[in-house]
């Protein structure tokens, strides 16, 4: 399922029809070495799939960890 908008940019996603735009849909996976399977991928825009900073914020937020690094902090 695609969604409305980019988990990681919050920009509206939108199909193209031929050359993918940087608000196109693009499937990432969060952990690479367990493939493109259910549960272990997300629907992103293109430019947040080729920004490593915005893809690691985001998969550590979906773990999780972002909260755990905050408290850890202060």
């Known amino acids: 399922m695609i ?11 939108e199909r193209s029809n031929g050359v993918a735009g940087e608000a196109s849909p693009s499937i990432v996976r969060i952990e690479p070495k367990l493939g493109y399977v259910r549960g272990n991928i997300i629907v992103v825009s293109a430019k947040a799939a080729r920004d490593p900073l915005a893809r690691t914020l985001l998969f550590k937020a979906l773990k999780g960890e972002l909260k755990t690094e905050a408290q850890g902090a202060a």
Do not use: G, M, N
Not at 3 to 13: E, G, K, N, T
């Open 3 to 13: 969604p409305a908008r980019c988990p990681a940019f919050d920009i509206p996603l």
